[in-house]
């Protein structure tokens, strides 16, 4: 995808495109659609039986993402009328049909300001997020895709999941446990694990495949691990999350763990302002400013031990604790009550 704001950019755009496109898929092709923002990123998930029958289990928002990748998703997408979630849906499963999918696939939007729907593609398989919708409908769609390969068709309990998604009575969210570096715009952190604690209790779920000891490579998706909560609604998800997330401990690699837990305790995500921009207006700015914080604080640690108010050997031990360490020295440090060494204890290493 290349973006273009002005006529002038478009004939170094195309260019571009095309030869990416021909030496990724062997076919040099473009086609151009227009820019929609501010947007939020909204996706119906539907399944489809041999017969032909076409359903919508609701629908996700995934408006939280970088680099056009998903970060977090939750369903129902918050702030939608019934009207509008009959509508999407509805024009969803004529997509289906039209294309006579069959089994799992995904259709997904762009949602305007002015509240309308922009249709992006469909995606012709089960998504990452697919355990939100597990979770609000209670339907197993890797069950309900097996019965299908077998050519049964949909289910008696999909059918009716079906039938109520316009009025969903659960809300689950999802955040995507990466080894990346939020600080650094997600740079992937490849490494081995450390500890590895995940959280649990009721309406908690946790799709994992990794243990303490395991390597993650460099070479794959730095997906580790699915973190899941459901609730009554989107408040008690909310709340839930935050708990479910302050039990995380993973170290070894760096993870998006600190990227999730501002997230949900901000006051943006708990009133659902949300769009593909958030992680540009809210995060990056918050990640500067961390930084400056602790420009600022070493900068005065530092003249601290120059005037011989602290000693180096003091903040060594609280910078970098380890074997061998003074606690009752780095209890008197004043580095400890520092925003800097917060953030280092926050920050998994």
């Known amino acids: ?13 195309l260019a571009a495109g095309s030869a990416e496109a021909l030496a990724a898929f062997g076919d040099g092709a473009v086609y151009i659609e227009r820019i929609v923002e501010p947007a939020r990123h909204i996706e119906v998930q539907l399944i489809a039986d041999r017969g032909g029958s076409v ?26 009328s019934d009207d509008e979630r ?24 762009l949602f305007d300001a002015d509240r309308h729907f922009w249709f992006l593609e469909v995606n012709t398989r089960l998504q990452v997020e697919h355990g939100v919708t597990e979770l609000v409908t209670d339907v197993d769609l890797v069950r309900e895709q097996i019965r299908i390969a077998a050519g049964l068709p949909l289910s008696a309990a999909t ?20 080894a990346e570096d939020p600080a650094r715009g997600f740079a992937p952190a490849p490494g081995r694990i450390g500890m590895w604690r995940m959280p649990g209790g009721p309406g908690v779920r946790v799709d994992a495949a990794i243990e303490e000891g395991d390597r993650v490579p460099p070479d794959y998706d730095p997906l580790i691990a699915k973190v899941m909560v459901v609730g009554p609604d989107r408040a008690a ?18 993870t998006t763990l600190p990227f999730h837990r501002f997230v949900a305790s901000g006051a943006s995500f ?25 420009l600022q604080e070493a900068a005065a640690t530092a003249a601290a031990v120059a005037r011989g108010e602290v000693s180096a050997r003091d903040v060594t031990h609280v910078l970098a604790p380890g074997p061998g360490s003074d606690p ?10 520092s925003g800097r060494y917060r953030a280092i204890r926050r920050w998994p290493r």
Request: hydrophobic share 45%; glycine share 4%.
């Open 237 to 254: 998800a909310i709340d839930r999350l935050r708990r479910a997330l302050d039990e995380v401990e993973v170290t070894g690699v760096q």
């Open 159 to 178: 059918v009716a999941a079906a039938a109520q998604a316009a009025r969903p009575g659960r809300h689950a969210i999802e955040v995507r446990l990466s």
């Open 1 to 13: 995808m290349r973006r273009v704001d002005t006529a002038r950019e478009l004939p170094a755009a």
């Open 328 to 337: 009752a020295a780095a209890e008197r440090s004043p580095w400890r009550s």
């Open 270 to 294: 708990r009133t659902a302002e949300l769009s593909t921009g958030w992680v540009a207006s809210a995060w990056d700015p918050h990640v500067r400013e961390l930084r400056d914080r602790a």
């Open 55 to 80: 359903v919508a289990l609701g629908e996700r928002d995934c408006s939280i993402q970088r680099r056009h990748q998903k970060l977090i998703e939750e369903s129902p997408a918050p702030g939608l």
């Open 86 to 109: 009959r509508d999407l849906h509805a024009m969803a499963v004529r997509l289906a049909a039209a294309a006579e999918l069959e089994n799992a696939s995904t259709a997904e939007f």
